[in-house]
Each structure stands twice: as C-alpha cells, then as structure tokens.
C-alpha cells in the first residue's frame, strides 16, 4: 500500500462544525496528509478483503485513509511511521492461508484482519510466528472463540446478536425473522445462536436462508414477509447492495414492521423512502448519528470522513471500522515506551494490556482477558429517523446480558 503525500483542501457536508485541524492544515503548520514520522517503518500485514463475496472497498479506504491520519497527523508510532503489506483475500481459506505465509515472510509485527470470514485459517501459522492477528470483530466464529493471539478492539459477533435482540425486547417486540446466506456457518448461527438467544430473552424467532452466489430478494423477502414478524431482516450481510436490495423488496410486499440490515448503512441514501424505521448495529459512531453522540464524536466522524474520501471510499460502515482499528492500534502502541527492537510478541503485551483504553469512535475498552480475544462486549443499534439521522436504541452503548454471552465460547 502506498502511503498518500500531499492532500488537497476538502470539505465534507456532515452538518457539523469543522474542528480546528482542517483537511488542509493544522495549528503546527504542516499540511495534512504529509507523512511527518521519519523514524524507521513499523510494517504490519493487511488481510485486504479485495475480491469475492467478501469484497468490502470500504474497509480498504478506511485502512489507506487511517495509515495517512497516523503517518501525519499523529506522526506515526513514537516517530515511527506504519508501513502496509496488504495481501488480497476473497473469503476463501486458501487465500487466506497464502496471506497468512506472506506476512510471515515479510516479517510483519501484526496482521490485520479485515473483516476476514475465513481468517481461522491462518491464525496457527500467525501464532506460531508470534504475529498478532488484531481487528475490530471477529467475523470467522472459529477466530473469535479463542483469545490466543489476537486481539479484537470491539465487540465480538455475539453481543450484534444479543444486543440486538435485547435492543427489539425493550422496545416491545415479540418475533423476528432473520435472513442469513445458506452456508454451514449461517445455518450454524441460526441454530445455536439466534434461535437460543431468542428463547432466552422471550422472543420468537425464525431463520430464512437465501443462496450466497444468486440469491432471489425478491423471493426471501416474500418469505419473510409471510411470517407476519415484528423484527424482519438481516442477521449479518456479506456487502452493503444485499441490505439494499432486501429493504426495497421488503417494503414493496406490504411489509410495514421494523426492519434489521445488520452493519449496512448505504441504504440509507439509497432507499431513502424505506429506511425510516430501520435499524442496524455498530461497533462504533457512524455518521448521522453525531447529534445522539458525546461532542468528541463529532470531530472524530469529520476527521475520518476526510481521509476515507480521500481513499476513495466508500463511507461505509466497514471503512469507519477499519479506520478506527488501525487508529486504535497506533495509539495503543504509543503507550509503552518507544523501542527500536519492536516484536508481535511486544506488539501483542502491550495491546492485551490496555486498560479502559478509549477506542476511536468507540467506547473505553480493556483487553487482554484470558477467555476472549474482544476488548468490550458494547454495542450500539441505531434506529434510522424520519430525517434519516442515527438514534441509539435506548440512548447510549447496550451492554449484552453476560450470563447469555458466557454460553457462547469466546464471547465473555
């Protein structure tokens, strides 16, 4: 990955006010976006999730836009800039093993995960090289049950779920369907997942699969419709058009209860007349929802939406995720003392041992727990405005119930 020079001036129309640092200067006089940390390069590996059913743009703008930020604005690590193996990925094991082999070769000091469903697959060759697989969830459940190795900076998959369902609970929900793609994982989180949990907080609940290489929305929204639920939609989305595609088809069955599109949030803009009602979760702030938000929230959102537009973008749900992670990261290690002999081993101690550590976008989080890779159990779901801004059901952060996520391995 090349890191960016030069910026040009930008504005962005997020409705806020600008913070002091502007996308063409600060208050020390250098120009955003110039790489200002000299010292030698900190290189880490990127699981870039550049082509399949997983292809996520997104998370690439955000991981390109958030190695700018840090290389100028925060001068790098202790004066040391990141520098990015990125290894393309398409959901397939084997891609991932291959990456996985690269880094190690390339000597990386961490790998990122990048949204990666199949990275159980290189975790063993990762530990055994003592590199740190770090993220911001674990999408592949095998990564996330264990805590070897690997550090998460949110929430893992079975708080979204549980948050969620807690979430629909309060506000007077009874029933939810919920699709997922037809493949042995989905069937697995409907199953012994979304189907217990369910019954555990007092709701009922039905999983619909459709196919992950043509699926007929049309079709599963009919399906979903016909169960008459309170909560319709998604449990998880392999990219942000399934979202769009399902909520347009949903409301043109007659459908009118609340719908669920898991992290999307394209379509918002792109189904404007449908979106109201709407919910999603997050690991993070997203934009729109800054006037529901602590004011720090504010200049975080702009500052981000600066660099990943840069990046090309999109400015999506993933792009905020992986922009966060990578600040995350550089700002954890910027704890510890400054050492020219830096190691995964090194990198890993000092992320496990950060305390009520505040994320980017996030909440405080501590890490290094000995039963789970994740450094918080927080999430927040948003309900879509009739102006189509972002309110957290119930205010603020949920905390999912822990005598429900201790039932799942590695969640607690």
Known sequence: MRLPGKRSCV???LGLVLAATTACGNDSGETAG???ATGAPIKVGFFKPAAGVGSLPGAIAGMEGAVAYVNSELHGVNGRPIEVEDCSVDG???????????????????AFDGFNYSSSAGIDTLV?????????????????SKAEGRVFFAAPQASFLIGALQGFKSEGMS?????LQDTPSGHNTVDNQLKPLSAALGLKATGIYFSPTNPNFSAVASTVASTSPDVAGLVASPNESVCVQLVKNLRSTGYKGAVFLAACTAFIKAAPESAPGATMYSSGWLPGSEKNAPAEVGQQMELATRYIDEAGGPADYYAYGQFATLVDFARGLATAAPADDLTGASVLTTLKSLKDFPTFLGPKVTCGK???PNCTTQMLLFSVQPDLTLKP?????ITPAPQILSTIPGAS
Not at 95 to 109: L, M, P, W
Not at 128 to 144: E, H
Not at 393 to 397: E, N
């Open 393 to 397: 059901v119930g205010g603020d952060w």
């Open 92 to 110: 397939t094991p084997e891609t991932t093993i291959s990456c996985a082999n690269k880094f190690v070769q390339d000597g990386v000091v961490a």
């Open 128 to 144: 055994a090289a003592k590199i740190p697989l770090v993220g911001q969830i674990p999408f592949d459940q095998t990564t996330g």
């Open 175 to 179: 029933s939810v369907t919920l699709a």
């Open 34 to 36: 110039e790489v200002t």
């Open 370 to 372: 000995a039963t789970t």
């Open 11 to 13: 504005s962005v129309g």
